[in-house]
């Protein structure tokens, strides 16, 4: 709060726990701060529809603060398909699988209560890739996760489809066991 009302700040990155982002980037969009938050960008749904509309009522910019699509060959990628050189983009195909939940981990960073688990701190990597890709509105999601090992605290797998208003699609395919 006391960041927030300071008038030498134009801008607040929140990179606290994801339960907290939503507390936090309302306080600053209410103090007329631009809000650059860490993915997820909360823990809820209704979390991120009061952020979205407050910022929309004190006129600031909110933006998800990704690392990947910042990565030099993700960025390749999308002027590649943005030049149109290689035709039109019509499908996106992503697997990601690695041992996430099998590597040493913080209790928060699991609990899917505070918007932890795998799939929140994962999949929003490859859904921001494949929309800078698609560089199209998405308008139609499907997606479905497990938890195939009762030993481990979070769903470990997902699929999901997205459809864009280009006639794009995106498929997903995301496995933190260790296992392909």
Known sequence: EALCASNEIDAVWIETPNHLHAEHAICAAQSGKHVICAKPLAATLDE????????RANKVRLLIGHSKIFDPPIRAIGEIARSGRHGKVIQIDSWLYNDWLRRPRLKEELDEEKGAGFILRQAPHLVDIANYI?????????AMSGQWEPSMPSDGNCAALINYRSGAIASMSLNGYGYF
């Open 134 to 142: 698609a560089a199209s509105p998405a308008q139609k999601l499907r």
């Open 48 to 55: 991120c529809d009061k952020m979205i509309a407050a910022c």
